[in-house]
Nanobody, 122 residues
Framework: VQLQASGGGLVQAGDSLRLSCAASGRGFSSYAMGWFRQAPGREREFVAGISWSGSYYDYLGSVKGRFTISRDNAKNTVYLQMNSLKPEDTAVYYC????????????????WGQGTQVTVSS
């Protein structure tokens, strides 16, 4: 599975962005998907995850209620809708795929996209 993330940009605090992650290759619908982010000088952290069916979700506490993960298996795409963005959301955002089910640990993910920069100004 190859993953291509897009949709990042420079926005102001309170704005919204929608990230997309397009998958190519076989078996997308059998993978759970996750979004991670990494800010300068910090470790990569889990942001949101969605099961292969789209029925189960998991979110980092600080984004719960502001971010929504979704997927369209017919389009081989997973999305991250980010509302009420804050400067602390500034990071490179990565999408990833795992065969292991809904996971928070980056080590459990098998495939990674290249990352898209999100910058939120105050």
């Amino acid at each position: 599975v190859q993953l291509q993330a897009s949709g990042g940009g420079l926005v102001q605090a309170g704005d919204s962005l929608r990230l997309s992650c397009a998958a190519s290759g076989r078996g997308f619908s059998s993978y759970a998907m996750g979004w991670f982010r990494q800010a300068p000088g910090r470790e990569r952290e889990f942001v949101a995850g969605i099961s292969w069916s789209g029925s189960y979700y998991d979110y980092l506490g600080s984004v719960k209620g502001r971010f929504t993960i979704s997927r369209d298996n017919a389009k081989n795409t997973v999305y991250l809708q980010m509302n009420s963005l804050k400067p602390e959301d500034t990071a490179v955002y990565y999408c990833a795929a795992t065969r292991s089910g809904l996971e928070r640990s980056s080590s459990r993910y098998n495939y990674w996209g290249q990352g898209t920069q999100v910058t939120v100004s105050s």
